[in-house]
């Protein structure tokens, strides 16, 4: 299958290069920013072609990875929709509820499949919590705690006209993502509670906990950038179910060798067992092929969106908002 990458801004777009690089289930054709210096750095180091019109590349390739700026998402996925046959887009998908409606509209009219990049749903830990609850074994959730906790990102994850908002924007659509699919429920209710205590020269949120109900399930989201720089690994996904029959804890990055270095003081943990981004872009190519019939899409995208807008919301009136059946 033919792939090209669409922008080397967001920080998933080094993984997501070297597994189109590496895997013979893709050619990856070509890259194109519209950043050229970037771009063409970008290129040069996994040995591929640099595009300088976006056209020429979406002329030749199946589908296309989106990794740009969140604001400019909207703009690249609808001129990429007439053109290929599969698009997948970097969350959160929009950063507004209007522009991931357009989106999915869009590739809905061009009969063009889209998805949203939610690694966290392949990994093998969150896929084997999926069984459990399936099976029933452990009766109905009673309550969720959760926690995507990470460093502070680089860059223009802190520019409010480039990503659109603060770690609300940045963390949480993935434990939405996450929780709609284990339950098949919808989120009913926000309320925010949102601060920039860590890093207060920041003109975006660096901490917030959610407090939310997925359908009559009560739920904690702590999705804040709270790790030091010095904390060995970038950050977390953890989550606790309370539930009938007993309780679940989950640490899905927890598989890390500690390294210690004698040149370098601060240690490091280096993950290690299935790559969940390599498993979701073998699994979004057999999507766009019909090989199989589940991935994020790019509806589920826009249900993360409304989170995030209602969780805003609920910062700015000081109250719990109701979310839009």
């Not at 284990?182 to 917030?208: M, Q, W």
């Not at 790790?227 to 007993?246: A, N, Q, T």
């Amino acid at each position: 299958m033919k792939v090209g990458m669409i922008s080397a801004a967001h920080v998933h777009a080094q993984s997501y290069a070297e597994v189109l690089k590496n895997e013979e289930r893709f050619e990856f054709v070509g890259f194109w920013d519209d950043d050229a210096e970037r771009g063409e750095k970008f290129a040069s180091a996994f040995g591929v072609r640099f595009y300088n019109d976006l056209d020429d590349l979406l002329d030749v390739v199946d589908i296309v990875v989106v990794t740009s700026e969140n604001v400019k998402h909207p703009e690249h996925v609808i001129r990429a929709a007439s053109k290929v046959k599969g698009i997948l887009c970097e969350k959160p998908l929009a950063v507004s509820v209007k522009d991931a409606e357009r989106m999915v509209e869009e590739c809905r009219l061009k009969n063009v499949k889209l998805g949203t990049a939610f690694p966290v749903r392949f990994h093998p830990v969150a896929r084997r919590v999926k069984e459990l609850l399936d099976s029933g074994e452990m009766g109905k959730i009673l309550m969720v705690t959760s926690s995507n906790r990470g460093k502070l990102p680089p860059g223009w994850f802190t520019d409010p006209a480039l990503a659109g908002g603060g770690t609300i924007t940045d963390h949480v659509v993935h434990l939405v993502d996450l929780f709609r699919w284990y339950t098949g429920l919808e989120f009913t209710k926000v309320s925010t509670f949102i601060g920039r205590n860590i890093h207060p020269d920041l003109k975006v949120e660096d901490c917030a906990i959610l407090s939310l109900e997925l359908g009559d399930i009560p739920m904690t989201l702590d999705c804040s950038w709270a790790m030091p720089l010095s904390y060995p690994y970038w950050g977390e996904v953890k989550f606790r179910l309370i539930m009938e029959r007993g309780v679940v804890e989950v640490d899905v990055f927890s598989q890390n060798i500690i390294f210690r270095s004698n040149t370098r003081i601060e240690e490091q943990w280096i993950n290690f067992g299935d790559n969940a981004d390599r498993l979701m872009l073998l699994t979004f190519a057999d999507w766009v092929e019909g090989k199989v019939f589940e991935f994020p899409d790019g509806v589920d995208g826009l249900r993360a969106t409304e989170i995030v807008e209602k969780a805003y919301e609920s910062a700015k009136l000081g109250r719990e908002v109701v979310v839009d059946a």
